[in-house]
């Protein structure tokens, strides 16, 4: 299994998937992270910023803009260890946003105030993998996320 990191998507078929409805309901999407030792930004800005200290910039703001579009930041975690499996190099950190549907996520990363914060993101990434997945239908029958879910799709 071949892994690319990126920061932004390159792939046409991609981009194009991202445009099409998606899957009923809400969505989950899971981002493995690999930060820049010193932050870069675009700009040519001077800083003493890490990437892991520019990406948390743009992670403070995207948490609020997230709420305007229904979503909800649930879970961030740095990596620890490997348990299973081999990686060429392991990423540095786990975060996991729902959103009420795909289209609430491609409103959000195509708004002024995303797009604002997304220097910070380019700046401190040096890749990352996006996974967009949904509830198994027997986990979300469960229960266990029902407060969870209610709060996905109410715009703040």
Do not use: C
């Not at 299994?1 to 445009?19: D, F, G, Y």
């Not at 892991?52 to 609020?64: E, I």
């Not at 380019?122 to 996974?131: E, M, S, T, Y």
């Amino acid at each position: 299994m071949e892994v690319i990191n990126q920061v932004l998507p390159t792939e046409p078929e991609q981009i194009q998937k991202m445009m099409e409805p998606g899957p009923e309901g809400p969505i989950f999407m899971v981002n493995l992270l690999k930060f820049k030792d010193k932050a870069e930004y675009e700009d040519g800005r001077e800083t003493d910023l890490s990437g892991r200290d520019a990406y948390m910039v743009y992670g403070a703001a995207v948490s609020q803009i997230l709420l305007e579009y229904g979503g909800l930041p649930i879970f961030v975690a740095d990596v620890t260890h490997l348990s299973l499996g081999k990686v060429e190099e392991l990423w540095d950190e786990v975060a996991i946003a729902a959103y009420p549907n795909r289209k609430a996520l491609l409103d959000m990363s195509m708004s002024e105030a995303w797009q604002e914060a997304s220097v910070h993101r380019a700046a401190g990434l040096k890749g990352q993998l996006n996974l967009e997945s949904v509830l198994t239908p027997g986990f979300a029958q469960s229960g266990l996320l029902d407060p969870i879910l209610a709060m996905i799709g109410k715009p703040a």
